[in-house]
């Protein structure tokens, strides 16, 4: 039930290109579905986040995509670039309480010349 | 700046060594957790704490201690018992608790553990 499973694992993207991951969930009162970006020894940063009342949200060059009745969202990374090559985890939580997030186990973006 | 300062960024533990993690926020955030990272696995909840001096266990609390004593603070101790203590663990925070809505998480840099 609280699972959040992310696909594919890893990913190899010529520049320009667009970069598509996916997750699906199956707790249907998730309510908070964001996006974080790691870069090699780093902690991850958030990228960008949507609420299931909203079916996309842009920033830049990022787009989330959500279909609540499939209870799955994606991230699409238009125009990739070197510099977004970094591991993408999506994740899911609840409002209120200490707000558990429950993390996909991650897409290593490369994004090549 | 305001963010998380996780500390020392690269430790080794010798068996039967008990090591502690240091993660300190200005962000003034309320909430503070502690993550585990494995390759190929996703971050995985070791403790949280809502307030000063209060922490609940996580998904993966056997072996590892916490405590809060200050709002700033909130270090992390593996103890002896963790067996497989080797990983990448992270700290978190995020403003307020019970919040109407979500806030997000902001990480620190984290502290790669190994043993010799």
């Known amino acids: 039930q609280q699972q959040v499973k992310q696909s594919p694992q890893s990913l190899i993207v010529q520049k320009g290109g667009i970069s598509i991951i996916n997750c699906a969930y199956e707790n249907t009162a998730f309510d908070y579905f964001p996006w974080y970006q790691q870069f090699p020894g780093k902690g991850p940063a958030l990228l960008i986040a949507?609420?299931?009342?909203?079916s996309e949200k842009k920033e830049g060059r990022f787009t989330i995509s959500f279909n609540k009745s499939a209870k799955q969202f994606s991230l699409h990374i238009m125009d990739s670039q070197p510099g977004d090559s970094a591991t993408y985890f999506c994740?899911?939580?609840?409002?209120?309480?200490?707000?558990?997030?429950?993390f996909g186990t991650g897409t290593k973006l490369q994004v090549i010349p | 700046d305001g963010g998380i300062t996780q500390s020392p960024k690269y430790l080794f533990r010798k068996e039967g060594q008990n090591v502690t993690l240091s993660c300190e926020q200005n962000l003034n955030h309320d909430a503070m957790y502690w993550y585990r990272q494995d390759p190929g696995q996703g971050l995985r909840l070791i403790y949280y704490s809502q307030i000063v001096n209060d922490f609940q266990k996580g998904d993966i609390a056997e072996g590892y201690s916490v405590s809060r004593e200050k709002k700033e603070s909130f270090p992390l101790t593996v103890t002896s018992a963790q067996k497989n203590p080797t990983a990448f663990y992270l700290c978190a925070s995020r403003r307020g608790t019970g919040a109407l809505f979500n806030q997000p998480q902001h990480f620190g840099d984290g502290t790669r553990l190994s043993i010799l």
């Open positions: 949507i609420r299931p009342d909203v």
């Open positions: 994740a899911a939580s609840l409002t209120g309480g200490y707000q558990k997030v429950t």
